[in-house]
């Protein structure tokens, strides 16, 4: 339950990060409040060039972003539109392999677009088809140009597939009024343990833009997290109950079919220490027994899940609105089999007071006389 909590958080954050925001992102200080394509970052492509070199950076590409009416004979829909270079944006989300028909901008004729095959659905168009983007340019006129879908991509978000669609940043600036702007650099990093790191180190070296981390672009990621292990945590609890009085109810089975020997053992001069003592260090014995067992159960079919998912493709439909795959990959840290560990030990002593109280209110002239 724990690995599924922790392979569902996973799974959110990393369709996150690769079909929205990345690990980082960096624009002009004033272009998040309204995106106005006015605010746009100086020298996108040095930048480009100086990230791409940075330490534990993976990748990084700079885009031009709009938002537009796409229009076709059915319909519109208001959208956002990401120009982008093909080759260092395959290389930051993996847009090329989202492709489900079509071709990634290869031998592209003019004006070619990538829109989802959800919203190609929605506004009755195919590959092929013609659409109009308008848009207003830099001097804030409105600008309308047809461009021909080449190819219709599909992610884990229905926020992304219904909302975005992603042309050459060279077509898309050129309708801008500018060629060289960009309004925003996306940053890949090789670990997420360096995000830290490398976010100091571009608000150093960028001190007049604005470097945020996913979690900043994205503060419903920590909710979720939280909301998650919640649930996890409040089914631990329900399940290290069931365990206490599967326990209580075990151990005094023990004392009751044992009562002639108890009262024995009290008879000839055992002392109720001892007698409790013994109640629960049986107790103890036993989780100590059990605990290898069903940690050694559990690590062999967290291993095996995280190899072939678990296939929720049934639920696909509602996953995609909270932007969670439709294969979940349980995953779990070493520590927590430790914490659970420790947890199931507290659990068997607490579970073992009651029994070995209840032994040593045993008197032993009745218990020897118990069939």
Do not use: C
């Not at 290389?91 to 990634?104: A, F, I, N, P, S």
């Not at 009290?266 to 049986?282: D, P, Q, T």
Request: aromatic share 8%.
């Amino acid at each position: 339950l724990i690995s599924y909590s922790v392979g569902t958080i996973k799974s959110y954050v990393n369709n996150a990060i690769e079909n929205e925001i990345s690990h980082l992102q960096i624009h002009h200080p004033d272009f998040p409040k309204d995106k106005e394509i006015k605010y746009y970052l100086p020298h996108a492509e040095a930048m480009e060039a100086e990230l791409q070199a940075t330490d534990h950076v993976q990748a990084a590409t700079v885009r031009s972003l709009t938002n537009a009416m796409l229009s076709t004979a059915k319909g519109a829909r208001g959208i956002q539109i990401k120009g982008i270079q093909p080759q260092t944006e395959a290389q930051v989300t993996h847009l090329d392999q989202k492709l489900v028909e079509g071709e990634y901008f290869g031998s592209s004729g003019r004006n070619p677009i990538l829109i989802s095959r959800t919203l190609a659905d929605k506004l009755g168009v195919k590959l092929r088809s013609k659409v109009v983007l308008t848009f207003q340019d830099l001097n804030g006129d409105i600008t309308a140009a047809a461009f021909r879908i080449v190819g219709l991509f599909e992610t884990n978000s229905n926020a992304v597939d219904e909302g975005t669609a992603f042309t050459l940043q060279s077509d898309l600036n050129q309708l801008l009024g500018a060629e060289q702007i960009a309004h925003e650099a996306a940053i890949l990093l090789h670990d997420p343990d360096f995000l830290e790191q490398v976010d100091t180190t571009l608000r150093q070296r960028y001190p007049d833009l604005l470097v945020q981390t996913y979690k900043e672009l994205s503060p419903e990621i920590e909710l979720f997290n939280s909301q998650i292990q919640l649930t996890a945590t409040i089914f631990t609890v329900i399940v290290m109950l069931a365990l206490i009085f599967g326990i209580i109810n075990t151990m005094l089975m023990a004392v009751l079919e044992r009562l002639k020997e108890l009262g024995m053992l009290m008879a000839i001069g055992m002392n109720k220490f001892r007698v409790f003592f013994m109640i629960v260090l049986e107790t103890i014995l036993l989780g100590l027994l059990a605990t290898p067992l069903g940690l050694l159960a559990g690590y062999l079919t967290v291993v095996r899940l995280s190899e072939i998912g678990i296939d929720l493709s049934a639920w696909s439909g509602g996953m995609r609105e909270f932007g969670i795959s439709e294969i979940i990959y349980p995953s779990l840290e070493s520590q927590i089999y430790g914490q659970l560990a420790l947890a199931v030990f507290i659990t068997a002593v607490v579970a073992s007071l009651y029994p070995a109280y209840k032994a040593i209110r045993l008197k032993p002239v009745e218990a020897l006389h118990k069939i």
